[in-house]
């Protein structure tokens, strides 16, 4: 059962428009929240958290929204560039230990 | 600054072969991860470790074993590599404690194809 679901495989946006990525979860005891980038043969990057008492993080173009009792958060990417091209992982935590990762989102920007 | 540093970076094994993928980092980091990625599948852990000389299931552990020897190494090995190994893996480290956020640095991963 996967507790943390990314439900678009993928997403194609505009130069300069929002990119908007989304995450669900459906454990209740996940208390941070973090998305990672990836390029191609490389390790993923930290990018942006937030904690659950929180329901904005905001990074230079890049902010994180968390809706606790919708058990949703997304990411923000705000104007959107070719170099944002890359796949997006949302990982979610609950005992401070372990991450628990979706499935990914490959975001295209095209210039 | 190296941080996670993944050997070795491509291998392919016959079916039954043994190997051991090597994780360093030089951040000093207490807890370290190893994960595999499929396609579709995201990132899923294999095994863990919150400290030298300790390790932890966990989500996928079957048909892997780990050893933390050294607070700066973490090792992963396949005794009798299958087909169903073929994988990206990815190793990882953090922090230990509140301050660290949870955050993982990953190494560039090892592509492992079992023949």
């Known amino acids: 059962d996967q507790q943390v679901k990314q439900n678009s495989p993928s997403l194609s946006v505009q130069e300069g428009r929002i990119s908007i990525l989304n995450c669900d979860y459906t454990n209740s005891m996940f208390d941070y929240f973090l998305w990672y980038k990836k390029y191609p043969a490389e390790g993923p990057t930290f990018l942006i958290s937030i904690s659950s008492i929180k329901d904005k993080n905001e990074d230079g173009r890049f902010t994180v929204f968390l809706n606790k009792s919708a058990k949703h958060l997304s990411l923000h990417i705000v104007p959107s560039q070719p170099g944002d091209s890359a796949v997006y992982f949302c990982?979610?935590?609950?005992?401070?230990?372990?991450?628990?990762f979706g499935a990914g989102t490959i975001l295209r920007v095209k210039s | 600054n190296a941080g996670v540093t993944q050997t070795p970076k491509f291998r392919v094994l016959k079916t039954g072969q043994s190997m051991t993928l090597l994780c360093a980092q030089d951040m000093n980091h207490e807890y370290m991860y190893w994960y595999r990625q499929d396609p579709g599948m995201g990132l899923r852990l294999i095994h863990y470790?919150?400290?030298?000389?300790?390790?932890a299931k966990g989500e996928v552990p079957d048909g892997y074993n780990v050893s933390r020897l050294k607070k700066q190494n973490f090792l992963l090995g396949l005794e009798s590599a299958a087909p169903s190994q073929t994988s990206v893996y990815f190793c990882a480290s953090r922090l230990q404690g509140l301050s660290a956020k949870n955050i993982q640095y990953f190494g560039a991963g090892t592509r492992l194809s079992v023949l």
């Open positions: 990982a979610a935590s609950g005992d401070g230990n372990k991450l628990v």
């Open positions: 470790s919150v400290g030298e000389g300790t390790t």
